[in-house]
Nanobody, 124 residues
Framework: QVQLVESGGGLVQAGGFLRLSCVTS????????MGWFRQAPGKEREFVAA????????HYRDSVKGRFTISRDNAKNTVYLRMNSLKAEDTAVYYC?????????????????WGQGTQVTVSS
């Protein structure tokens, strides 16, 4: 059984930064892409960023390009999301996901495993 556990969320002022982490356990997710999604109250879950298993390929939603960076350390079974220049509209619960998908896959149902989420709140 695969488990994904997110951490690093919190309350930050607009313009600040946070780094989210997602640790996987249970079995090695060889060939799995890792993604970050977010869901704000009353809204659908939306794609944020994804990274291939090798780390060579990445993909971002337009609104976070240039501000967010996804990375992974397979030796530590961990994927990261560095979020700079945070805005109030980035406020949401952020979820980590794993799937045998292309990094350009943005639909949540295409991913196989999910974490429980971590809250990110940006105050304006």
């Amino acid at each position: 059984q695969v488990q994904l556990v997110e951490s690093g969320g919190g309350l930050v002022q607009a313009g600040g930064f946070l780094r989210l982490s997602c640790v996987t356990s249970g079995r090695t997710l060889n060939s799995y892409a890792m993604g970050w999604f977010r869901q704000a109250p009353g809204k659908e879950r939306e794609f944020v960023a994804a990274i291939s298993w090798s780390g060579v390929s990445t993909h971002y939603r337009d609104s976070v390009k240039g501000r967010f960076t996804i990375s992974r350390d397979n030796a530590k079974n961990t994927v990261y999301l560095r979020m700079n220049s945070l805005k109030a509209e980035d406020t949401a619960v952020y979820y980590c996901a794993a799937g045998t998908v292309l990094v350009t896959t943005t639909q949540p149902h295409e991913y196989d495993y999910w974490g429980q989420g971590t809250q990110v709140t940006v105050s304006s």
